[in-house]
């Protein structure tokens, strides 16, 4: 009796714990999956992705679903801007005349919702024409409100079956004209951003499909001093200046030397 | 009949023939230094890059500014020698292996910053040398 007892308050304790424990787990979703942002050259941002110059070649590229809408995601950066490109393979008749892509930036690596303060748009007006808008929100309590100041650059391209999609987003800018209303992107940093698809330009309700990705933005490497190319450049140096005394003892040797048969003469 | 000595006229010719030579060999010296002087600066313009129209355009331009380096130290080095070795003559001592190795050192050391510029230099030296060695007088 004591025994059944004491395994009655023993899962009474137990139970109890797990309770109380499971209240300190924040509500928030799975761990996204987290994407190098690596150095390239900066492309053009078109909607267009020219092989012929490598544009997007140094690219981080992977592949990603949206919900169940399987996209390519490339990522890149420069010292100031970060470049994403996102590509929608679909058959030419599901792709939505009004379709965008939006990417819902967070201003650190928090997915929480409310944490998603930014949203740049690239959204078709009619896509088999290539009409687009390139739209710069500003998220406040799940509303998106147009920025006084458009920031970075997006555009988009039908190619074929494939909608391809071009954002670069400014790294560090500075604290002026309207940037207040953008997430804030620095070096060395983590970036949680929501990487949505929608039909119908209205936002946020249009989204249809979506995943958060982290994005690492890496600090642009300062060149090491080439302390050979020093060395070599002050031994040209030094042998120059070597050159030009030498060159003015020499004229001076040479004026003596007309001196002296000068006077050998007389 | 004249009354000065003919061994006296034949000296006076023999002097007068070797102040004309020393006189031409002055003014080689003179010109070789004012020549080598001016492709120093040439090189002293392109081989440290003040002047740098050329570089980084094509290729054409790039081998244009090649050109112009080695060149330039090729012709500093041949004026020079030639101006030294006359220096030399007129002073009466022969030029020194060791003055030869100086000038080519200073020359050679001028291409230090381009490798390309530096290869052929140190080719176009060695020929110059391999020439000045064959034509001069045994």
Same mark, same amino acid.
């Given at each position: 009796m004591k025994k059944i007892s004491y395994s009655i308050l023993s899962a009474i304790i137990l139970l109890n714990l797990l309770l109380v424990s499971s209240?300190? /787990? /924040?509500?928030s979703y799975a761990a996204a999956e987290e994407i190098d942002a690596e150095f390239g050259d900066p492309p053009k941002i078109d909607g267009d992705i020219d092989d012929s110059v490598n544009e997007w070649k140094n690219a981080n590229k992977i592949h990603i679903n949206l919900t169940d809408l399987p996209i390519d995601l490339w990522v890149m950066q420069d010292d100031s801007e970060l470049f994403i490109s996102v590509q929608v393979d679909l058959e030419f008749s599901a792709h939505n005349s009004t379709e965008f892509i939006a990417l819902l930036i967070s201003n650190s690596s928090s997915e929480n919702q409310e944490d998603f303060i930014d949203a740049k748009i690239v959204q078709f007006s009619d896509i088999q024409t290539n009409k687009f808008v390139y739209l710069d929100y500003e998220i406040n309590n799940s509303l998106f409100l147009n920025d006084t100041y458009s920031h970075g650059e997006g555009a988009g391209k039908l190619d074929g079956k494939v909608s391809v999609y071009e954002f670069s987003i400014p790294i560090k800018q500075p604290l002026a004209d309207g940037y207040e209303e953008d997430a804030f992107l620095e070096y060395e940093k983590s970036y949680a951003l929501n990487i949505t698809y929608g039909k119908?330009?209205?936002y946020p309700d249009g989204i249809i499909k979506s995943e958060i990705v982290l994005i690492y933005i890496f600090e642009p490497s300062v060149p090491e001093p080439l302390y050979f190319d020093v060395i070599l450049i002050v031994l040209v140096l030094v042998v120059f200046s070597i050159v030009g005394v030498l060159s003015g003892y020499y004229i001076y040797k040479i004026f003596k030397l007309k001196e002296k048969m000068e006077r050998l003469r007389s | 009949m004249s009354k000065i000595p003919k061994v006296q006229i034949k000296e006076q010719k023999l002097k007068t023939k070797r102040r004309s030579e020393d006189k031409f060999a002055y003014r080689t010296v003179v010109i070789s230094t004012v020549l080598s002087l001016i492709f120093f600066v040439v090189s002293l313009l392109f081989n440290t890059a003040?002047?740098?129209?050329?570089? !980084?355009? !094509?290729l054409i331009f790039d081998i244009l500014d090649i050109s112009i380096k080695v060149v330039s130290i090729l012709l500093f080095f041949l004026f020079m020698m030639i101006s030294l070795g006359n220096y030399k003559e007129m002073t009466g001592k022969p030029l020194d292996w060791k003055e030869v190795l100086l000038l080519f050192i200073l020359s050679l050391g001028q291409a230090l910053l381009n490798y390309i510029v530096f290869f052929f230099t140190f080719i176009g030296l060695l020929l110059i040398l391999i020439y000045l060695y064959l034509v001069q007088e045994s």
């Amino acid at each position: 009796m004591k025994k059944i007892s004491y395994s009655i308050l023993s899962a009474i304790i137990l139970l109890n714990l797990l309770l109380v424990s499971s209240l300190f /787990i /924040i509500n928030s979703y799975a761990a996204a999956e987290e994407i190098d942002a690596e150095f390239g050259d900066p492309p053009k941002i078109d909607g267009d992705i020219d092989d012929s110059v490598n544009e997007w070649k140094n690219a981080n590229k992977i592949h990603i679903n949206l919900t169940d809408l399987p996209i390519d995601l490339w990522v890149m950066q420069d010292d100031s801007e970060l470049f994403i490109s996102v590509q929608v393979d679909l058959e030419f008749s599901a792709h939505n005349s009004t379709e965008f892509i939006a990417l819902l930036i967070s201003n650190s690596s928090s997915e929480n919702q409310e944490d998603f303060i930014d949203a740049k748009i690239v959204q078709f007006s009619d896509i088999q024409t290539n009409k687009f808008v390139y739209l710069d929100y500003e998220i406040n309590n799940s509303l998106f409100l147009n920025d006084t100041y458009s920031h970075g650059e997006g555009a988009g391209k039908l190619d074929g079956k494939v909608s391809v999609y071009e954002f670069s987003i400014p790294i560090k800018q500075p604290l002026a004209d309207g940037y207040e209303e953008d997430a804030f992107l620095e070096y060395e940093k983590s970036y949680a951003l929501n990487i949505t698809y929608g039909k119908t330009p209205s936002y946020p309700d249009g989204i249809i499909k979506s995943e958060i990705v982290l994005i690492y933005i890496f600090e642009p490497s300062v060149p090491e001093p080439l302390y050979f190319d020093v060395i070599l450049i002050v031994l040209v140096l030094v042998v120059f200046s070597i050159v030009g005394v030498l060159s003015g003892y020499y004229i001076y040797k040479i004026f003596k030397l007309k001196e002296k048969m000068e006077r050998l003469r007389s | 009949m004249s009354k000065i000595p003919k061994v006296q006229i034949k000296e006076q010719k023999l002097k007068t023939k070797r102040r004309s030579e020393d006189k031409f060999a002055y003014r080689t010296v003179v010109i070789s230094t004012v020549l080598s002087l001016i492709f120093f600066v040439v090189s002293l313009l392109f081989n440290t890059a003040i002047f740098s129209f050329f570089a !980084n355009i !094509n290729l054409i331009f790039d081998i244009l500014d090649i050109s112009i380096k080695v060149v330039s130290i090729l012709l500093f080095f041949l004026f020079m020698m030639i101006s030294l070795g006359n220096y030399k003559e007129m002073t009466g001592k022969p030029l020194d292996w060791k003055e030869v190795l100086l000038l080519f050192i200073l020359s050679l050391g001028q291409a230090l910053l381009n490798y390309i510029v530096f290869f052929f230099t140190f080719i176009g030296l060695l020929l110059i040398l391999i020439y000045l060695y064959l034509v001069q007088e045994s």
